[in-house]
């Protein structure tokens, strides 16, 4: 069973408008990720926000997180074709713990 | 500095037979996880590796195996393949002490015929 559950499934904008995806989860955590995968291959690690910490930011991503509503949310600013991807968000329980990942969001930004 | 690498890229199997999958981590790091990912749909966890030995495991039945050798690589084996075995299987390698942000391969796509 996945722990997350993140909305919208899809989102498609325009080049230069931001994107905004949100994640859910159900139990108590030690950290959130952000993964984007592109065409059904490798994931690769965006952003990791700890259950201490409010906001986040890394270029240009913002990740918040509410631990009292267990929600996240991943901000992309000024998109690009490039940021053309699914987006998934994860939580693990404790460090070295296994990932339990939600459905995605999939992100198609036009040119 | 090489990643993680997974062979075979891609594998077409029939009902009942048997699959072994194999993930080379990223230098420096002791740790392999493997994940199950059907199309549309997230990851799913279905057990990790460290120190040879399987330190975690997800609803996944006996006939999801592995082993990890003492160089860290390890193997994923599936025996008596169903067709909803079909999915991307991904390996991803962390190291311990923090051990929180993982490294994923590109993945091997299994096809169950």
């Known amino acids: 069973s996945q722990q997350g559950e993140e909305d919208p499934q899809a989102l498609s904008i325009q080049e230069g408008e931001n994107a905004t995806m949100n994640c859910s989860y159900k139990?108590?955590?030690?950290?959130l990720q952000w993964y984007r995968q592109n065409s059904g291959r490798g994931l690769v690690h965006l952003i990791l926000i700890r259950s201490n910490e409010r906001e986040k930011h890394s270029g240009r991503l913002r990740v918040t997180l509410d631990t009292s509503k267990k929600s996240s949310s991943l901000l992309i600013t000024a998109s690009r074709a490039a940021d053309t991807a699914s987006y998934f968000c994860?939580?693990?329980?404790?460090?070295?713990?296994?990932?339990?990942f939600g459905g995605g969001t999939r992100v198609l930004v036009k040119p | 500095d090489a990643g993680v690498t997974q062979s075979p890229t891609h594998l077409i199997k029939t009902r009942g037979q048997q699959v072994t999958l194999r993930c080379s981590p990223k230098s420096g790091h002791d740790t392999v996880s493997w994940y199950q990912q059907a199309l549309g749909q997230g990851p799913q966890f279905i057990f990790q590796?460290?120190?040879?030995?399987?330190?975690q495991r997800g609803n996944f039945p006996d006939r999801f195996s592995g082993h990890q050798f003492p160089n860290y690589s390890s193997e994923l084996n599936v025996n008596a393949l169903l067709l909803g075995d079909s999915a991307l299987y991904l390996c991803?390698?962390?190291?311990?002490?923090?051990?929180?942000?993982?490294?994923f391969g590109s993945g091997t796509q299994l096809s169950v015929l």
């Open positions: 590796y460290y120190e040879e030995e399987e330190r």
């Open positions: 991803a390698s962390s190291s311990t002490g923090p051990g929180e942000k993982l490294f």
């Open positions: 139990t108590s955590i030690n950290n």
């Open positions: 994860a939580t693990q329980k404790a460090a070295g713990n296994k990932l339990t």
